[in-house]
């Protein structure tokens, strides 16, 4: 089972109606027969998911088509067609045209995705007809002898019939702590292996295993959890969604039957108000820069699980780091050998040692590869009894009739009290960024679950192996400190071994190190988290909890790893990130895996959840403009005597002008800052200004309208080119810090409105003012911008004062802790 997992992959058959095969003993060296096998497929008895995990391209369809917005737009244009009014219903070319935008990329996205996971899809290793084989997870069946080994995702409900594994079941039930599992026992779908291997027989496979029910359990209750920035855009549109019918109800009432304006102009009038109020391109434009998201992750061979794991790599400030396969290579070779007592233990007596403790154990893990590969000798020793290596217990052993016991691990819990005898010579290989591992006999019978007696241990050898440092790990850090993302190295080796791997790798402060053997309590954790650089000999446990420590210090966690020992603080942080050659259960706990294993990639993935965050928060400040000035009119309009000033062709070209095209646009930009703060917040902090500049604007011209009796043609025109004018100044505001593109941008969107005003202002209902009426409008234009940069300083000095009353809270806080 060391193949990598995709959450995301094409859909598999859809499960045939199951035909009753009886339960037979399968030979756990034989397995099933290829007609055995056919059968149960044929059958129904297929280890399918419960359900395909990404929509089919009809539903993508249907999802965009039918949305409630949608009929909004459908019965508004029925409504000015009824009336005549044709040229004002030409917004639903552009919802149209929006919708099928959204519908092409999604589709893209989704197909991209699926080309990708077909290199990633899970496989499992089965016994059939005597051969070991590996086959895609959902070809497996039930009455399968499936082999699980160290980093092995238990893929359907099982029973062990030979040979022991130790079994971690905190992704199902929460329990951390491993459980020894052999011949006669249960193992559970979606568990993993922490040690050992076995075959067993899978007895409940598809619908049936635990896993799948769980799963089917939840989905009647949950609904599928969303981002805070997808939240809040939801709420959003629902609140907007239901404000719609009651406020057009009350408008078209108060225009047609209090105003007295003819029911063609009520209608137009009640339709421009809603067409207002709608950010009809607002979701589109974050479902579509999301996708496209996904599909730049896919190219660079990272695969994301879900969309909300690229908002929240645009908040990561702390990233967590394991050693070995992150910072250095996974593959470890033995460096050199020193022997502790040549009279009693030789080099051949060492060797042989090694080399039956290895042949018995088997190498399931990079540390166990590399011995078995270096000690090779030709022994037929014969084990009684084995212990695994675990990240708890730091060693692995083998029992031998007639020979004794071997233990080797890491030297501080080999020698426990008795580590001062060996600490001089351990320590400067430390240093020097070698992983050192003790060799020693025991006198007695090791059994992985109490602490070793130092005094029985007979110290052999010293082996010391390393790993590689990746040739890119340098400049990664390099890029993360120049974002001020701090790097956390959190690792099971030796901390001298740890701070000297991570000084060559480039990590700052890489000299701050602790042991976490000597964190003893959750403050401990707490405190060391925020002080230190590198943490050594961390048992999972204790990754967990340092991981929980940096979230409860304010900080958005990002943790990469590789092996069984990072499956719960990937699990528990907030962007979990798995190399793609390591464990498959590391696999299922991360939200991003990197298909290539590529750690250099990682400033490209951070990068690019932060361009797309920022960018939509960006366009979501144009759109909002809009819906705040309209909504706060439509208001304004109900209690004032006034018709509303705007006819829906005129929206539709300052939605397209100022906010559609510059905010699809803006949406692409590079943009590498760290988002702070909350999304909405964010986002009605930059767009308050300009709505109610131009709710200031738009009431001072009603005012000077009604004093001069102008007619509402020119009230409708003039309304619109002080909208355009400060729909430019917030394109402008939002465009900072300037580039060449973005003022290309802004000069296309200037020239743009000067051709349509000019020389499209009969499509766009717009008409020719008389001197009074320019000169009037003159005034507005400078009269606009101070409201602008009023309204600006005056948010500005608000965001200022709730952050300093925030660092005040803070420091209260701190003051009542100490």
Known sequence: MKERKSSRRPAPPETPERVPIPVMEADPDEGLSKDQVMERQKGGWCNLPVKSPTKTEQEIIAGHVFTYFNLIFVVLAALLLVVGSYRDATFIGIAAVNTVIGIVQEIRSKRTIDKLTVLSTPRGTVVRAGSEMSVPTDHMVRDDIAVFSAGDQISA???????????????????????????????????????????????????DSYAAKLTLEARKDVKTGQSEMMASLTKLIRFIGFALIPVGGILFWKQHFILKLTFRQSVTSTVAALI?????????????????????????????????????????????????????????????????????????????????????????NDTGRAMAERFQAKVSWKASATVPFTSANKYSAAVFPGKGSFVVGAPEFV????????????????????????????????????????????????????????????????????QKVAIKVISGDNPLTVSEVA???????????????????????????????????????????????LQSQGHTVAMTGDGVNDVLALKDADCGIAMASGAEAACHAAQLVLLDSNFACLPQVVAEGRRVINNIQRSASLFLVKNIFSFALALFTLV??????????????????????????????PNESLVKGRFMTNVLREAFPGGLTDLLILLCIQAYVAVFDFPNESLSTMCTLCVAFVGVLVLYQVSKPFDWKRRLLLVTVVCALLFCINYLGWFFSLTALTVQETFILALFFPLAWFTMRGMLGVFNKGQALWRRVKRLKKGGKREQEN
């Not at 061979?301 to 879900?306: E, G, H, R, S």
């Not at 250095?328 to 009693?344: F, N």
């Not at 060799?439 to 390393?466: E, I, S």
């Open 157 to 207: 409900d099982a029973l062990i019939r030979s040979g022991t594994v130790q079994v971690n079941e905190a992704l199902i039930t929460g329990e951390a702590e491993p459980l020894e599992k052999g011949p006669g026992d249960k193992i559970r779908s979606g568990s993993f292996v922490v040690s050992g291997s076995c075959r067993a027989q899978l007895t409940a496979v598809g619908c």
């Open 503 to 549: 000084r060559q790798a480039g990590v700052e402060n890489a000299e701050n190190w602790v042991d976490a053997a000597t964190l003893q309590t959750d403050e401990d954790i707490y405190e060391a988290a925020g002080k230190y650089t590198v943490f050594g000999r961390v048992t999972p446990g204790q990754k967990r909890k340092l991981v929980k420590a």
């Open 276 to 364: 207002g109020m709608i950010p009809e391109g607002l979701y589109l434009l974050t479902s579509v820069a999301l996708a496209v998201s996904m599909i730049r992750l896919a190219q660079r061979k990272v695969q994301a699980q879900d969309m909300n794991c690229i908002e929240t790599l645009a908040r990561v400030d702390v990233l967590c780091v394991d050693k070995t396969g992150t910072i250095t290579e996974p593959k470890m070779a033995v460096m050199e050998l020193e022997l502790l007592d040549e009279e009693k233990y030789p080099a051949q007596a060492v060797e042989e040692a090694l080399s039956a403790v290895y042949q018995a154990l088997g190498a399931d």
């Open 640 to 669: 004032v005597d006034m018709p509303y000033p705007f006819m829906p062709i005129q929206l539709s070209l300052i939605s397209t002008l100022t906010i559609g095209f510059p905010s699809f646009v803006l949406a692409l930009e």
């Open 415 to 482: 020698m426990g009290e008795r580590y001062q005898d060996l600490k001089d010579m351990v320590e400067p290989y430390s240093a020097k960024g070698y992983r050192v591992l003790l060799a020693a006999g025991y006198d007695g019978t090791p059994d992985g679950k109490t602490p070793l007696d130092g005094r029985k241990v007979r110290p052999m050898a010293l082996v010391m192996l390393a790993n590689q440092i990746r040739k890119e790990a340098p400049g990664t850090f390099r890029f993360f400190a120049q």
